[in-house]
């Protein structure tokens, strides 16, 4: 990626670094308290024993750093996201509460809202990415992933090597759905860096946002100028934004706004989704050859992926009454803190959970979340890593790491910087 933020070896602590500013915050009676910071360098580079310790904590605890709730539990995680009149939306999915602070651009119109609001802008969005309409750019999306691939194995083979991040995971999703908004090429790598810099924002202003926010003004100005009409090609997803504005489902005020949402949530996310079952796979030769076996696998792998290696690691709701959740009162105003990754690995709800198997299904993981907010985008996310997956199971008997992977740390983001991988080509 082409941003400065630090690039960390995927294994292993860091001193952490956070430059947060705590808020102020008695812990409440009778909640566990995790002295934990899940913003700082040490944490993001391997999140999992910290996950592990806060699931034992309870199905609630309090982080006096932030001073915040937070659940890292399956069951509670997904009653937060499922009850969406208690834990609103619309004061920010970030640590940020936009009922005392400005938000720093103007909020998203669906991933920011409550109902009804919410419920009009998701209608028009998820029709867009309807299965139905996703099926049409099927056959686009699998000759763009064949012929990049075919590519990456001819260089795999004259130079022994792939970065599967800069020459895999970030070329594809850039390709295949900024065209399908109907986005020029020119420039297009801003959205790496708008999505780095949105994801970051979720968190503290810790240093991770301060280098991401150095660059905010010329990308959310680019970004705005390609969320505009005549920026967009007719007949793309952009453009059927428009056509819903046109029908008075929406205003032309909130078209470009919800153009917006998918330019910000629908790159980096499926970037660091690849990068990461292909890191899985890479640490996993026995569950790539059952891929290699039978790429039919592709897209059971690719959830997996997600359920294993989250690439959406936390979002936060705020308490709009006084809530109770497994016996805990969480007082109205609080900011709640959702590990859904740590839900992930629940050995509550998954067995064996640090086993990553690509038969496993593991339907109701909270890598997209769930409830009304549940990812708008996921039919096109398991599109493109199925597609991608499944290539590769068809060209490489096997791959491996060719050297060591390493993370861009992310405030909510499970991300890589890089990943060398030695292919084996038939
Ligand atoms: C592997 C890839 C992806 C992951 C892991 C992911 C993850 C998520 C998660 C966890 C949420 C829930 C947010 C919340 O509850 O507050 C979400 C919502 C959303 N996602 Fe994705 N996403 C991915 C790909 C995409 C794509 C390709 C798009 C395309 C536009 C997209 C667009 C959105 C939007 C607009 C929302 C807000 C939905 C709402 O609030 O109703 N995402 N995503």
């Not at 130079?159 to 900024?178: C, M, N, Q, T």
């Not at 946002?209 to 990308?219: F, M, W």
């Not at 079952?277 to 026995?286: I, K």
């Not at 593991?362 to 597609?387: D, K, T, Y």
Request: glycine share 8%; net charge negative.
């Amino acid at each position: 990626m082409n941003d400065n933020a630090p690039e960390q070896p995927a294994q292993g602590l860091t001193p952490g670094g956070s430059a947060a500013i705590a808020r102020s915050g008695n812990a409440p009676a009778g909640v566990p308290v995790m002295d934990v910071d899940p913003f700082s360098d040490a944490f993001l580079t391997d999140p999992y024993p910290d996950h592990e310790r806060m699931r034992e904590a309870g199905p609630v605890f309090w982080i006096p750093k932030y001073a915040i709730y937070a659940s890292a539990r399956h069951e509670q995680v997904r009653a937060i996201l499922n009850d969406h009149a208690t834990y609103i939306s619309s004061a920010g999915v970030g640590l940020a509460d936009f009922n005392k602070e400005t938000p720093f651009r103007p909020r998203s119109l669906i991933l920011e809202a409550d109902p009804p609001d919410h419920t009009r802008a998701r209608s028009v969005l998820a029709r867009i990415l309807s299965p139905r309409t996703v099926m049409q750019v099927r056959a686009t999306f699998a000759a763009e992933a064949e012929t990049l691939l075919d590519r990456l194995v001819e260089k795999a083979r004259s130079e022994g090597e792939i970065d599967a991040v800069k020459d895999l995971s970030e070329v594809y999703p850039l390709k295949v759905f900024p065209d399908a908004v109907g986005l020029e090429s020119e420039g297009r790598e801003m959205l790496l860096l708008y999505g780095n810099m949105i994801f970051n924002a979720f968190g503290p202003r810790n240093e991770l946002l301060v280098r991401a926010a150095e660059k905010v003004k010329p990308l959310t100005q680019w970004i705005m100028d390609h969320c505009k009409r005549e920026m967009l090609r007719p007949g793309g997803f952009g453009d059927m934004i428009y056509q819903a504005a046109d029908a008075g489902e929406i205003s032309l005020d909130e078209a470009p706004l919800l153009v917006r949402s998918f330019l910000s949530a629908g790159v980096d996310t499926t970037v660091n989704g690849i990068g990461n079952a292909l890191l899985c796979l890479a640490q996993h030769p026995e569950q790539y050859a059952r891929l290699r076996a039978d790429p039919s696998l592709a897209r059971p792998a690719f959830e997996e992926a997600l359920r294993y290696e989250s690439a959406v690691q936390t979002f936060f709701r705020t308490t709009s009454v006084d809530a109770s959740l497994s016996g805990i009162t969480i007082p109205a105003g609080s900011k709640v803190l959702t590990f859904l990754a740590a839900a992930n690995r629940d050995p509550r709800q998954w067995p064996d959970p640090e086993r990553f198997d690509i038969e496993r299904r593991p339907s109701g993981h909270m890598a997209f979340g769930s409830g009304i907010h549940g990812c708008v985008g996921q039919v096109v996310a398991r599109l493109e890593g199925e597609l991608i997956l499944a290539g590769i199971a068809k060209r490489v008997k096997s791959l491996s790491l060719a050297g060591k992977p390493t993370r861009r740390l992310n405030n909510t983001l499970r991300a890589l910087a890089s990943l060398p991988l030695k292919l084996e080509t038939a």
